[in-house]
């Protein structure tokens, strides 16, 4: 059974970066999509980025395009989402997750395995 863990967040100031892993195990995600999306206090999950299997296409919301940078090692099973110039805006439990069906998608309902989260949060 496929499993994903995140790691990488924690407390940073405005203006900070963090590198958030997404590492998975039970299946090897070379031929899927992945994702990290977002989830605020009292907010609906969104999406943040997504990642075609080859790496060669990405897509970002608009509230952390130039940014973030989403990148796959494929070899090592895993996912990163690099956050520079963070702001109180991006606190919130970022999530990793993987579209079996093979479609890169903003939408939350296309992905079926989801990791636990971990939490950024930025302060002013």
């Known amino acids: 059974q496929l499993q994903l863990v995140e790691s990488g967040g924690g407390l940073v100031q405005a203006g900070g970066s963090l590198r958030l892993s997404c590492a998975a195990s039970g299946r090897t995600l070379s031929s899927y999509p992945m994702a990290w999306f977002r989830q605020a206090p009292g907010k609906e999950r969104e999406f943040i980025a997504g990642i075609k299997w080859t790496g060669a296409s990405a897509l970002y919301s608009d509230s952390v395009k130039d940014r973030f940078t989403i990148s796959r090692d494929n070899a090592k099973n895993t996912v990163y989402l690099q956050m520079n110039s963070l702001n109180p805006e991006d606190t919130g439990v970022y999530c990793c997750?993987?579209?079996?069906?093979?479609?890169?998608?903003?939408?939350?309902?296309?992905?079926?395995?989801w990791g636990q989260g971990t939490q950024v949060t930025v302060s002013p």
């Open positions: 997750a993987v579209a079996p069906a093979g479609l890169l998608s903003r939408r939350v309902t296309d992905y079926t395995y």
